[in-house]
C-alpha cells in the first residue's frame, strides 16, 4: 500500500518536491498584437537539478530527504506512528 502523506504540523495531505538548480524552459505562445511587448507562457519543463527536500504544501514542515526513497521510508515511519 502507498504511504499517504499525512503533516505531523498541520494533518495536510499534500507533499511538495522543492528541486535547486534546475533550468526551467518555457513556451511562449502568444505576442501582444499591439506591439506592447507582452507574451505569455505555455507549457514549463524542467530539466537537470536535484531534490533538495521535500515539504507541506500548507504549513512550514520541511522533510528533510533529498531521495525518493528517503522519502518512502520516512512515509512508511511516519504511518507506523500512527500519525
Ligand atoms: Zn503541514
Redesign the pocket.
Known amino acids: 500500500m502507498q504511504p499517504l502523506f499525512v503533516?505531523p504540523?498541520?494533518?495536510?495531505h499534500y507533499l511538495d518536491e522543492v528541486r535547486v538548480d534546475t533550468v526551467v524552459i518555457s513556451e511562449i505562445i502568444l505576442f501582444d498584437e499591439d506591439d506592447s511587448g507582452e507574451y505569455s507562457y505555455g507549457e514549463q519543463r524542467n530539466e537537470d537539478g536535484e531534490i533538495d527536500h521535500y515539504e507541506?504544501r500548507?504549513?512550514d514542515?520541511k522533510i528533510e530527504e533529498d531521495t525518493p526513497e528517503g522519502l518512502i521510508s520516512f512515509l512508511r515511519g511516519l504511518a507506523k506512528k500512527g500519525v
Not at 504540523?9 to 495536510?12: A, E, L, P, R, V
Open positions: 503533516c504540523k498541520c494533518g495536510g507541506c500548507y504549513c514542515y
